[in-house]
């Protein structure tokens, strides 16, 4: 549980080109993560699942902070035509 917080806590940090290169490097690992368990089985294979969560926490936040910059560029017009 505390792995979840930590990571949640290190993402909020980053702007969204992190995000988007931080999805990346997540999904190029998952593929090798998912090709290595398909020729010999990992030792751990519940890591192929919690990759998979990062990877839609990162997207998430990223969605999130996209959100919040057109909200706050609809605002900037409502109030510059007010």
């Known amino acids: 549980m ?3 917080i ?11 080109s992190d995000l988007q290169s931080r999805i990346k490097e ?11 368990h398909a020729i010999s ?15 839609a926490r990162l997207k998430t ?5 996209a959100a919040s910059q057109e909200g706050k560029a609809a605002g ?3 109030q510059a035509a007010g």
């Open 2 to 4: 505390s792995k979840r």
């Open 6 to 16: 930590d990571f949640v806590k290190s993402i909020q940090g980053l702007n969204e």
């Open 26 to 36: 997540d999904e190029l690992r998952l593929k090798k993560l998912e090709f290595t």
């Open 41 to 55: 089985p990992l030792e751990n294979p519940m890591s192929i699942r919690a990759l998979r969560k990062d990877i």
């Open 61 to 65: 936040a990223l969605a999130q902070k």
């Open 76 to 78: 900037a017009k409502l």
